[in-house]
């Protein structure tokens, strides 16, 4: 399992920054760019979720390596078997989880944070 986190950006507040957890099988961590424009307001991780022959810690054992977000983005493929799991998982912990909106497919990295963004901010009066 991949897993890297973004923590580029020198933020002068003792806040802490919103955690994102972008869970994506096609994104290639080892070419990522983490920072695009936005990016530095959050502390972003992402997962590629189980290898092959690998189980996912969440579903498990309740305990995901990157520790736990305020959001996660679930963009795993659809043929990726835990990806129902992980989402459920997910939902029963109370964090939210935020999909990618159609029309801003093919997928790209933005598109991604939107959708995090989207999820962090809801109203309630808003879709996804």
């Known amino acids: 399992m991949q897993q890297r986190s973004c923590n580029g950006y020198l933020i002068r507040t003792t806040a802490r920054r919103p955690r994102i957890l972008v869970e994506d099988d096609s994104l290639d961590p080892t070419t990522l760019d983490l920072s695009p424009p936005g990016a530095g307001a959050f502390e972003i ?3 590629g979720g189980p290898e ?3 189980a996912c810690p969440l579903v498990v054992d309740g305990t995901c390596p990157a520790g736990r977000p305020d959001v996660v983005v679930s963009a795993f493929g659809a043929s ?12 029963r912990d109370g964090v939210p989880v935020a999909e ?3 029309d801003e497919l093919p997928l790209v990295w933005p598109a991604h944070l ?10 309630g009066d808003e879709d996804g």
């Not at 990726?80 to 939902?91: D, G, I």
């Not at 939107?114 to 109203?123: L, N, S």
């Open 45 to 47: 991780v992402t997962c």
């Open 52 to 54: 092959d022959g690998e």
């Open 80 to 91: 990726n078997p835990w990806a129902a799991s992980v989402r459920a998982a997910w939902a």
């Open 100 to 102: 990618v909106h159609p």
């Open 114 to 123: 939107g959708a995090a963004q989207r999820a962090f901010f809801a109203t």
